[in-house]
């Protein structure tokens, strides 16, 4: 393997700058190019975009295509959750012969509701000889990987439960508006309606948990409410008024032909006290994994960064958590 890894990161979004700021902070990652659709960042020096303390002497470039002077190994992907306006981007990736390491909730597992996208991207990767993997703290964590690392130490599982309650007051802006804040009640259930806003990834968590533990999947159903302020809630992005929207709540119940085997909750809102993760698998044992303290965006950059060397390694196609040997920080 090479002395450094050398990286690109494609999408400098507010996650993708705080990504790129810690590739350079990283031993054994060198930053090496930036690409972002954004005429106002297009041109600009990487250095001046992601917020670095310096100049890197890099112009952000438009697209792959015009980075072909530039010698790299990886890219960091980090533009939009959904497979019909990501799909093109990795696509031109691969097609230019780099390994993928991406945020795309819709890719952590997309075998269950994306399988002909799944097998194309599958498909792309084995001809470029490339690895592409979609990670992040949620799906690729809390409520997959996890609890699957778990059963390790279970001779008899019958059902897993996983709760995710978060404060979003501490949350980039973009994730406050996802989950509708300050939005009114009526607003909020036609925007869900559409299928652009909320949570993306409690499909994928269910896929791969079924997948690898050789569950059949005979019912799977999704449910979203708001969460509504009884007070005002102020956070730097969001002044919310009492009867508007301050969050959301989407449940997923996914059955095997014995009854229902997994529930996953995600809560997300403003100003929501008792924030935490909880992985319940009863069974034999019972578990009960309690964690404090996970921040959504420093959790889904670290695991992005710490998967480079798992991808840069990996064996060609389109991997998911649970393909990889173990991903730690390193």
């Known amino acids: 393997m090479a002395k450094e890894i050398r990286v690109i990161q ?8 705080m990504m790129a700021r810690h590739v350079l902070e990283r031993p054994g990652l060198k930053l090496v190019g930036g690409v972002d659709v954004d005429p106002n960042k297009v041109g600009k020096d990487l250095g001046q975009v992601v917020g670095a303390e310096r100049d890197l002497g890099i112009k952000v470039a438009a697209k792959i295509a015009d980075l072909k002077k530039v010698k790299f190994d990886v890219v960091l992907h980090t533009t939009n959750s959904y497979f019909d306006l990501f799909k093109p981007q990795i696509v031109e990736i691969l097609k230019a012969g780099y390994d993928v390491v991406s945020t795309s909730e819709e890719m952590s597992f997309p075998w269950l509701a994306h399988a002909k996208d799944a097998k194309a991207i599958d498909a792309a990767a084995k001809r470029a000889g490339k690895t592409v993997l979609a990670t992040g703290v949620n799906p690729g964590f809390l409520m997959d990987s996890l609890p699957l690392n778990l059963t390790a130490i279970c001779q008899r599982v019958d059902r897993i439960d996983v709760t995710r309650l978060m404060n979003a007051s501490q949350r980039r802006g973009p994730f406050q508006k996802k989950i509708g804040s300050g939005m009114t009640v009526e607003a909020f259930n036609k925007e869900m309606a559409k299928g652009r806003m909320g949570h993306v990834g409690l499909t994928e968590s269910v896929g791969m948990v079924f997948d690898t533990l050789g569950k059949k999947l005979v019912k799977f159903e999704t449910t979203v409410e708001p969460v509504v302020a ?40 403003l100003d929501e006290p008792d924030q935490h993760d909880l992985v319940k698998i009863t069974g034999k044992p019972n578990l009960e994994v309690r964690l404090t303290g996970t921040n959504g965006d420093i959790a889904t950059i670290a695991i992005a960064v710490n998967a480079v060397k798992r991808v ?8 998911t958590m649970r393909d990889l040997p173990i991903v730690t920080i390193w």
């Open 312 to 319: 840069f390694k990996g064996k060609p196609g389109l991997m």
């Open 230 to 269: 009884d007070k005002p809630v102020k956070t730097d992005y969001f002044d919310v008024q009492p009867g508007f929207v301050r969050g959301l709540k989407q449940v997923a119940r996914a059955n095997s032909p014995e009854g229902e085997f997994m529930t996953l909750t995600f809560i997300a809102a």
């Open 10 to 17: 494609y999408g400098l979004g507010p996650i993708g700058c």
